[in-house]
Each structure stands twice: as C-alpha cells, then as structure tokens.
C-alpha cells in the first residue's frame, strides 16, 4: 500500500542472505567509533561525541548495530523517558548504509529497539523524519508509527518532517490483542524495505 | 569511563567554599570553588570526556561543539575577523569601481543579489545570512558618497523593518521565529525613514539621463546640460533602464508594506496601485536581463538556473560568514540563496497573494470571513502575506479594527436586533467567546502545519465555553427561561449562541480533518476512519447549521408576519437550505468513500499487512485523539467506527450508491450558488469524484468476482481531500 519502491541504485548492491547478518546490542567503547562514522557519512548534521555518549551511555539497551561479515553496515540509537504524561521512547538515529538497504536491516535494528521500549514499560515511540524520506515513511509505516504532525521548516535546509507516533496497545483497556507474538519474524518484511532509510535528530542547533 | 558526574569526581577533590559569594545560590545549593576539581579533573581527561552534572541533559550533549570542525564552530575563520577587516581589505569598495561603466554595473549586480537574498530570507532563513550578509548594509554610513547604493541600501533596511514589524506585530510566526531575529544588524540606518526622498531623487536624476541619452541617440538638442549615468553611451539607456525599474519597485513595495499598514484597511485601495505597479516593474526587471546578460558574456557564469543575478556576475561586497562570527541566532552551515529567477517569483506571488487581500470587501458576516481566509490559504501564501491579512483581520480585538466581536457574534448567531445593546454582552463568558473567535480568526491565518495543531487544541476550548455558557444562561436567566413565554429575547439569544457556538466547533473539526489531507498526514490505510470521522462530524455541522437557519427564518418570519403571504412561507419553511444540501453532498461523498474503503478491506481487495506492534485502534485514537478528548462529536469511539464498517460489502455499494446521491445533490444545489464561484467549482469536483467512484464501484462489482488480481488504489486527482477510485488490472 505504501509508495511502490522508488529507483534505488541496483549497483554496488551487496548479495548476502538475511542470515548472514549479525545483531548486536551496544557493547560499549569499542562500538562508538562505528556508530559515529556511520552517522556521519549519512547525516548532514555533525553531533559532538557527547550527543553519542549521551544516548549509549544512558541507554545502552536501545542502541543495536548491524554487522556483516565483521563490517558495520548498520545502527540505531535511541532514548527513552519521560515526556509530559507519558512514558515514551525516542528513535535519534537510524543508518544502514547503501548497499544493505532494501533488505529489512533498518526494520530489524529498529524492531528490536521497539520491542525493549516496550518491554521497558514505554507507551508510545517517536521520531521526526523528513516529509521526503519516503523510505523512512514507508518502514515506520508498516511498524504502525503514524504520521502525528507535521512540523513546518523543521530542518536547518527548510524541509519540513512529519513526527511519526507508534501507540502502544494499554494491556489493560484491551487484554485481548495478539499483541507482540512474534517479533522475532519481523524479518518477513525484507522485500518490502525501501532505501534511505533513517531518521534525524532534530537539527536545531 | 569517560563522563564523570561532577558530584563524584567532587567527592575525590578537597573543595573549598568561598566566603560571601555575592550571588544568591538558590535553594539546597552552596557555592563552591571548582578550581581545584578542574585541575585535577584536566590531569585525567582524555580527548572527549567531560565533566557534568547532574542534569546534563541532551540539549547540553547537543550544544557541545568540537572546536575547528568546520560544521560546528561557528568562531572558525573563513576569510575575515571582522567587518572592519573585510573593509580594509577591499571586500566592500566604495565606489565600487572608479570605472563608472563597471560601478554601475556591479551596483546593479549588488541590487539583484540583495533581491534574491530578500526572497531567501522571506522563505524562512535568517536575515544575517541572506540580506545582511551584504556588507554595505553592515555600515550605513560607509555608503553616503555613492548616492544610488546609498539610496538602495536605506530602502532595503526600512523594507526589512516594516516587514519585521508585521510578521511580529501578527506574531503568526511561532515556528518562523528565525524571521525576525535581527539582534545586532543595523536595521535603523541614521536617515533611514527618510528612504524615499533619497530614492525619489536617484530616480529622478536616472530618468533625466535617459531622457537625455534619448535625445542625443535622436539628434535632437539636448535641453540641459546632464552628466551621463556611465562613460559607453551605447550602454547608457540600457543602465539607465536597468536601473530605473529596480529602484522603482523598491519604491512601490515600501508603499505597498506602509499602506497596507493603515488602520481598518483604509489604504487597501491606494496598496492595490502601488502593487499592480510592483508587479509590472518586476516585469520590466526581468525583460532587463537579457541586456544585462548580453554585456556581461564571458565574464561570468554558464547560463544556469541557479544564478542569483540578472547579469550571471557574482556580487560585489558580501560574506555570510562575516555574521556567522558576530552574531549569534547564525548557524554555522552555509545556506543555498534563491536564484535571481526564482526570487522574482517570489515576489510576484507575493504581490498577488497581498492583490487579493486588498481587493477583499471587509465582509461584516463572519461565515464570508472564515471562506474568504481559507479560500486565501488554498493558494498556500507565505509568511509576509499571512502576516498581513491577520492584521488586517484582527486589530484591537475588533474585526478589521472597526467591528466588535460581539457584534460579530450576533451577527453570526442570527441573533435578533435588540440583542445588540443587550446587557448579555457583559456577560463574562461572551467576552470569553469573544476572544475564542479572535484567536480562532488569527490561527487560520498561520502555515497550515501549526494551524491544524492549534485547531485541535482549540476543540477543546470551545467544548469548554459551550459548557460555561450553558451554565451561566441557565443560572443567569433561569427564572425567565422557565416562564412559558417564548418570545422572550433572553431564550432567544440563549438558544442561538449555543447552536452557534456549537456549529463552529464542528467547523473547527472538519478543517482539522482536511488539513491533514494537505499536509500529507493521512496513510491510505487510514483512509477508511478518516472518511468515516469526516462523515460523523459533517452530519453534525449540517445539523447545526440547518437548526441555526431554521431559527433564523423564525425570527425573519416574525418580523415581517403580517406582510408576507402566508402560503409562501410554508413553502419556504420546508426547503432545506442550500448551504445546507452543500454539506449534505459531502456527507454522501464520505460515506460512500468510507463504505467503498471497508467493503474493498472486507473483501480483501486491498492489501492490509497487520502491524507488529499495535492495530488499527490504536492508529484511530492517535489521529483523533483531540477529536475524542473535546467529545467531538459525543459519543464517538473506535468501536462505532469498526461496527459501521465491519459489514460492507461491495455488493451491497452496488445497490445502494451513495455516490449517485452526492452526484445528484450537487447538480440540484448547483442553481442556488450561481453567484458563488468557488462553491460551484467546488460543486463539480464533487460531482467528478462521485461520478468516478460511482463508475470504479460498478467496475470493482462486475469484475472483481472474476479477476483476483483486480488492484483498486485511490488518488487525488479530482479533489484535493475527496480520493477517486483507480481500478487496473495487474
């Protein structure tokens, strides 16, 4: 239903099976150097080292990286806390770089952030992403974020982002919900995965 | 570890308190000297660790810069320290070359770029990076002995005052506020009110010029001894020309900025000539380019799209990277100026966008008001000319500075005449109302973005003051209310606002539901509950509004009792109003678009993948959590929704075609609108959508037994919030 995949360059594209892929959760120092390369090759804003430190070191549980074949070709960092009235988690940062985009690594990364947010008694999670990331849009959609607002001149080059929700079933109000079976399949979506996938952390500087 | 909470590492250092520290140190905290803690702390630190407290938080993470990275030190030198240096060092000649064919030439150059700066600026970047960063306008004074420059660069400063003082007067900018940050820039040049009789004077030394360089290329005598613009007399009436239009249009885009600006909308008329004089200077300034072009060749730039010039020719005497070191709401990346082309689109918008607010009439009736503002948005006007209509809209808390609101309301409400000295208007929940429709008024007039979030938390004040008023009439004037005499004007006015009032809270809704068709908003598998809201709160606007027109009639019918013929009143009585049927064919578009959206789901039609993490009730109360929390309307829950949906068919669609009835309704109430344009038009791009839909469903029901692989997706090619049905085989 969401936007038919877009041209995304089929060269370079690396072949590899979905299996080969190895998901680790943030071990520590020796993973903030990849983390912070990848972002910064992908992103456009430069964070100081201490916006990453911020993030791992808090929530070292929320952050994952994706390797194959001993490179890092993905990660995710997030945050959780409380906001208003409400308990909920945060998605700062979400990479996979080119050639492993398009099949399910981002879902994956940010699939398992999702699930310990949840798991961490989070109500909602959100994010800003671009309004033209249509990849971004596409996966969030499917994970069933909704576009919440729009936020007018939201990055520093005047484009606008949508802020993307994903509400979190109350166990109480709806005890009957098929909630969170299986997670660990999210993988089944792999095909669907569009390129560009990422968010950013909001730019204001 | 590489971060050490500051308490921690303290506990490892003897510190010292100082004695009579002179500043308070606020509530559980002492002063302490950190000196000896630093020390210590710049003996272990390793590149990238910090000391922090306690509440270092991600705003602190974020504000920390590395120093020398290009990106995010903003003190790092590019060319010059200061503006001073850049001066010195000739970034900023005055003139700007004593070769007068060459000064004038880049003067002009200098105008086109500021012009593209301006545009830039007006699109939502900081005005030290797009017009200031010229560094002419830096320093006023440097400028006086070049008279056209000097000219120039006052109106631009006086421009950028009054538009300032516009955009923060409307104060519609609560997310455009880097627009009018201007901390530190010389916006008040010595003289600068003055603009316009220096200009006056350029220009008319310029025009004389050109009549002179006319005559001469005629061989006529010439009538008085004048200097010419440049030394090339080829070039003379082309600069001249150049010239001519572009200081002209300053002129009449300052007058359009200052009579706009008159109370009630007095000077709507004379801004309406100083605009169609704008727009056709503009017109002259961009024929100028190709002479301009024409000299220029070779020296400059390929023939992009991207050129901020008309000549093609980099400007002389700017650095944004001057102001990056100087002052501080400048964010150290470089920003992508409008070319030249595109700023002069810019500004024609913009002048059509402020021609329409000048020829509009001040409509005393708040219904034409709300059409006329939104209407206006559908052209997506910026900043500056949204700025201007809510002021124009709203000042000193009275419509166009000359209506109260309360005689808005009554107006509004179909109150009847004696209420307009009524003692009610004192009443402290009217004026409370009173401010509602002001801020409802001045939220329409902000980007779309921020207005659909303020009109969702609106809902709730007007839920809420429905409440009060109900409260206070029934407190108020109780005793009156229950005496059997129903003429009385208390129950009358009681009766009318709150209809009212709730007629406009299901306004409010509907446009909140729209706009987020605009804005994008809205998966398409979010389609079917969002038809479906569309379709509980339109029923209820047709239902107010139809109440509120009935009571009006009642009260019409009164007064004019015994002239009218009684058997025309019947008739009269039991038409449905055409204002009414208008949202009635909307109401039918909805439902069947929801049904066609359930049935195609139901029937597998359309492919649903479940979600891992939540359902589809979790997605309709996110979107209409506002909705819901204000109760609006009453009684409205997902499982209304799900129950209304669960059991469509297409089959059933087939039998009972709602989009039949949209379509005949339109084409009935059609003849009531013959005046109104944008209803009409409105009108039949309802029509369209019905008619396509009502096509695709029989389509869908024919073949779709058939062919498993039918794919049904939905677009907006006929109406921007009304999706059309596209049927294709796979």
Not at chain 1, 147 to 166: E, I, Q, S
Not at chain 2, 240 to 268: D, E, I
Not at chain 2, 409 to 437: C, F, S
Request: charged fraction near 25%.
């Amino acid at each position: 239903m969401e936007g038919k995949k877009e041209g995304e360059g089929e060269t370079g594209k690396s072949e590899f099976g979905a299996s080969e892929i190895e998901y680790v959760s943030y071990g520590g120092e020796h993973h903030l150097p990849l983390i912070m390369s990848l972002v910064d090759q992908e992103l456009s804003e430069p964070y100081s080292i201490f916006t990453y430190r911020y993030f791992v070191y808090l929530w070292p549980q929320l952050s994952f990286l994706a390797f194959h074949e001993g490179k890092c070709v993905g990660t995710v960092v997030c945050k959780m806390g409380q906001h208003r009235n409400t308990f909920r988690g945060y998605i700062a940062m979400l990479v996979v770089i080119k050639p492993y985009r398009g099949r399910g690594v981002a879902t994956e990364l940010v699939s398992r952030s999702i699930k310990v947010m949840m798991e961490s008694g989070c109500e909602e999670v959100t994010l800003e992403a671009e309004v033209t990331n249509k990849g971004a849009l596409a996966l969030y959609g499917r994970l069933g974020f909704i576009r919440a607002k729009r936020l007018f001149h939201y990055y520093l080059n005047g484009v606008d982002a949508f802020r993307l929700k994903l509400l979190f079933p109350c166990p109480e109000l709806y005890p009957s919900l098929p909630m969170m079976a299986k997670t660990e399949d999210s993988h089944c979506h792999d095909d669907h995965i569009q390129p560009e996938e990422r968010s950013e952390l909001h730019q204001h500087l | 570890m590489a971060e050490k909470g500051a308490e921690e590492a303290a506990a490892a250092v003897d510190v010292a308190v100082p004695e009579g520290a002179s500043i308070a140190s606020g509530d559980n905290t002492v002063w302490t000297d950190v000196s000896l803690l630093l020390e210590a702390a710049c003996e272990d630190l390793r590149d990238g660790e910090l000391i922090h407290g306690d509440n270092f938080n991600l705003f602190a993470a974020m504000s920390a810069l590395e120093i020398m990275d290009p990106k995010m030190d903003s003190g790092m030198v590019c060319k010059y320290y200061s503006v001073d240096e850049a001066i010195e060092n000739g970034a900023a000649p005055v003139p700007i070359s004593f070769y007068k064919t060459v000064d004038v030439q880049c003067t002009i150059d200098i105008m086109d770029y500021l012009l593209a700066c301006e545009a830039t600026w007006h699109k939502g970047h900081s005005l030290a990076q797009t017009v200031f960063s010229c560094i002419y306008l830096l320093r006023p004074d440097r400028t006086s002995s070049h008279a056209l420059l000097h000219s120039y660069c006052r109106v631009i400063r006086a421009t950028c005052k009054a538009v300032i003082s516009v955009v923060s007067d409307a104060r519609t900018h609560e997310e455009e506020d880097l627009f009018t940050m201007a901390y530190g820039l010389p916006l008040d040049g010595d003289g600068d009110e003055k603009c316009l009789s220096l200009l006056n004077a350029v220009e008319e030394t310029i025009s004389r010029q050109l009549r002179a360089c006319k005559a001469h290329s005629s061989k006529r005598r010439v009538l008085e001894d004048i200097e010419p613009l440049q030394e090339n007399v080829d070039l003379e009436e082309g600069y001249c020309k150049a010239l001519l239009c572009r200081l002209r249009f300053r002129k009449h885009f300052y007058h359009v900025l200052t009579s706009m600006r008159r109370p009630q909308g007095r000077g709507l008329e004379l801004a309406r000539k100083h605009i169609a004089t704008c727009i056709s200077e503009l017109e002259c300034i961009r024929k100028s380019a190709e002479f301009l072009r024409s000299i220029a060749c070779g020296a400059c730039d390929d023939d992009t799209e991207d050129r901020t010039t008309a000549s093609g020719c980099q400007p002389i005497g700017f650095d944004a990277s001057l102001n990056c070191r100087l002052s501080a709401p400048t964010p150290p990346r470089t920003i992508k100026i409008l070319s030249w082309k595109m700023a002069i689109d810019y500004f024609v918008k913009l002048l059509h966008d402020l021609d329409i607010i000048c020829s509009y009439t001040l409509d005393p009736l708040l219904e034409g008001v709300l059409h006329f503002v939104v209407q206006f948005q559908k052209s997506q006007p910026d900043l500056v000319a949204r700025a201007h209509l809510q002021l124009l809209l709203v000042q000193d808390g009275k419509l166009y500075g000359r209506d109260s609101m309360f005689a808005v309301i009554t107006r509004a409400a179909a109150l009847p005449e004696v209420t307009k000295n009524h003692d009610i208007q004192n009443n402290e929940y009217i004026g409370q109302l009173g401010q509602l429709v002001i801020n409802k008024l001045k939220v329409l007039c902000t980007n779309s973005a921020w207005q659909r979030r303020k009109l969702g938390k609106m809902l709730q004040d007007w839920r809420v003051i429905y409440v009060q008023l109900e409260l206070a009439f029934r407190k108020d004037f109780g005793d009156v209310l229950s005496s059997p005499d129903d003429e009385n004007v208390c129950m009358k006015i009681f009766q009318h606002i709150l209809l009212w009032v709730e007629e406009q809270t299901y306004w409010i809704a509907s446009r909140f539901l729209i706009l987020g068709f605009e804005l994008e908003l809205y998966s398409p598998s979010e389609y079917c509950m969002v038809y479906w809201y569309m379709y509980v709160v339109l029923i209820k606007l047709a239902e107010k509004t139809h109440l509120k027109m009935a009571a009006r009639n009642d009260t019409n019918k009164r007064k004019g009792k015994k002239k009218r013929d009684s058997l025309k009143d019947v008739a009269r009585e039991y038409r449905i109003p055409p204002a009414v049927l208008f949202v009635q064919c909307q109401i039918c578009l909805v439902e069947g678009l929801t049904m066609m959206l359930a049935a195609l789901r139901n029937e597998n039609m359309i492919l649903q993948s479940p979600n891992p993490f939540n359902t589809e009730q979790e997605r309709f109360f996110q979107h209409f959590e506002l909705l819901q929390k204000a109760c609006v309307p009453d009684h409205i829950s997902y499982p209304a929704f799900d129950e209304s949906t669960t059991y469509a068919r297409i089959s059933t669609l087939v039998m009972y075609n709602y989009f039949k009835d949209a379509q005949r309704i339109a084409k009935e109430v059609k003849s009531s609108f013959t005046n109104d344009p944008d209803k009409l038009a409105e009108l039949r791009r309802i029509e369209q959508v019905a008619e396509h839909n009502s096509i695709a469903l029989n389509v869908i029901c024919q073949v779709g037994a058939l062919d498993p692989k039918l794919k049904v997706s939905f677009e907006f090619s006929h109406h921007p919030y009304f999706a059309t049905a596209v049927v294709k085989r796979s």
